[in-house]
């Protein structure tokens, strides 16, 4: 597990920004207030003049006009989409100067949520335009860099198990409905390893890298958790099947992660 930084907005202070090359990756099949016309013409109103305007069909095409952005000189970079098109385009712009801004137009937008960038459209605009910018961190996994968070478990299965047309209707809630429905529970081996040091040697049914606190389905799984601290909060839990997750999930909406017996929590470079 490693660090690494990117640049991003957040709505805490207005400073002029609109100076320099914009860019737009923009994921063409999902929608935020007016959709994409009024973002041009929102961008156009701002007195942005040069602008870069690329669209795509899936997230995993994002990443090569990210790159063709920055070749061509972009100081900042509007990505919009859901929480999938900010991981890959977080993980093109790591390191480089550009900053990216978010325009929350997915069903989750966790990172955005975290960051306090609404769904409004003109807001998230003038937050991209003139906000803060801050250096964040990200993780690293397999070589690949990651804003939120990475999982393996019963997250895989909150995500992977989510039905697409339960997913539009409930939102949020259908990760851990579904989740909890299909949750195999199954405990594995597991060791793991912080800053060098032997912590956790067991049975475990997940474990969690998060770099925000709160993760997949809206549940605030790392209280203390902040984007830029330079750390990465780590959790593993040790829930076996539904009715031991239902307990974990409860325990974590109500009070704090690691007063659930089932979960650990520690912090790591």
């Known amino acids: 597990m490693s660090s690494s930084t990117t640049t991003e907005s957040d709505n805490r202070t207005a400073t002029a920004a609109t100076t320099g090359t914009v860019a737009v990756v923009a994921h063409r099949r999902k929608t ?28 995993r095409k994002a990443p090569e006009k990210a790159r063709e952005a920055l070749e061509k000189g ?21 390191g480089s100067s550009a900053a990216m801004a978010i325009l929350p137009a997915g069903t989750a937008n966790l990172f955005a949520t975290n960051l306090g960038i609404p769904t409004d459209l003109a807001e998230a605009v003038r937050i991209g335009l003139h906000g803060r910018r801050r250096t964040l961190d990200l993780g690293r996994l397999n070589g690949e860099h990651f804003a939120v968070m990475a999982g393996a478990g019963f997250d895989g299965d ?39 040091a032997d912590w956790f040697d067991g049975e475990a049914s997940c474990v969690l890298f998060g770099n925000v606190g709160t993760i997949t389905g809206g549940v605030p799984a790392f209280d203390d958790a902040r984007p830029d601290d330079g750390a990465l909060e780590i959790g593993v839990s040790t829930a076996d099947g539904a009715v031991d997750w239902a307990r974990t999930l409860g325990r974590m909406a109500t009070g704090r992660s690691e007063d659930s017996p089932f979960v650990r929590i520690t912090r790591g470079r």
């Open 32 to 59: 935020l207030g007016g959709g994409l016309d009024e973002l041009r013409a929102t961008l156009v109103s701002a007195g942005v003049e040069r602008l870069l305007w690329y669209e795509v069909p899936k997230s």
């Open 74 to 94: 972009a100081d900042l970079i509007f990505v919009w989409g859901g929480d999938g098109m900010v991981q890959r385009c977080a993980d093109t712009l790591a």
């Open 158 to 196: 909150l995500i992977r198990e989510a039905d697409r047309k339960l997913k539009g209707r409930l939102g949020r809630v259908a990760y851990v409905w579904t989740g909890l429905r299909h949750v195999r529970g199954e405990l594995v081996r597991t060791r793991i390893r912080v800053d060098g």
